[in-house]
Each structure stands twice: as C-alpha cells, then as structure tokens.
C-alpha cells in the first residue's frame, strides 16, 4: 500500500459527469450502511445487494464498475457469485471482504478473480485505497 494515501476522500476525487456504479453486497446492513457512508463521497451510483444471488442477478441487469462481495452469505456465498460474474464478465473489479482474512482466504478470492481482498472490519484507508485504485480513472485523481 502507498503511505501517501489520503483518508480524506475529497484529496482522492476528480468531479466528472458520469457516475460510477458501485455495487456493496453483504447480508449484515449495518456493514452496508457503514460501507455506503464512506462511498458516498465518491462520484459513484450505489446499489446494494444482500447475497450472491442478488448480486449476480443486479450485476447483469445494472452492470456496476466495482463490486465489494463479503465472502460469507446465506443463499449464496460471495465466492459462488464472483465465480459465476467472471463466467460472463472479466471487466468489472471486484474487492472481497471477509473476517476470515487469512492467507489462503485471500489467494482463493484472487485466484476465482477478485481484484482486491480486505479484512473485516474495513479501515476507512483501505476502502477509500481500494476505491480509488479500481474505479475508472477518469473519476478519480491521483493523490
């Protein structure tokens, strides 16, 4: 990781017109909520999903930039769903997030596809890191 990243979103934002469509997928709400509040500093459209199914589902009718996918969800896991997302789509990056953080859980998330993992809980430098390095670079400036 850079050590000049910013916590502060606005140091991390370039206005444009278009909106990115950002996508947080995770069965618990107060983990949506908290990852919604700290997005919602960026130029992004944002949806929610609540499992994998969902998120699948809202990936092919809405087709997000970036997808943040918790691993572990009831109907079905956040691995199925970026397993079947990759099936159709290699564009969109995806960032995992688990509480189960080890070493192989991470290597599993990369290797099925994801482009970034972090550790539950969030520290507000890595989603804004995270952000800023997978949206579209046309709505983000480099700090």
Known sequence: ??????????????KTQQKQRV???D??????????????????EIHEA???????????????????????????????AVKLIRDVDSHTKIIAMSAFASEEDKQ???????DGFIAKPCRVVDVYYHTQQYLPKSCIAAS
């Open 23 to 25: 996508l947080i997928v």
């Open 1 to 14: 990781m850079q050590n000049s990243i910013s916590q502060n979103p606005k140091d991390l934002i370039q």
């Open 108 to 114: 599993h998330m990369l290797n099925l596809g994801c």
């Open 50 to 80: 609540e499992n994998g199914l969902q998120a699948v589902e809202m990936h092919l009718s809405w087709r997000p930039h970036l997808i943040w996918m918790d691993l572990s969800m009831p109907v079905m896991s956040g691995s199925k």
């Open 27 to 44: 069965d618990q709400w107060a983990n949506r909520y908290l990852l919604r509040c700290l997005l919602e500093s960026f130029p992004c």
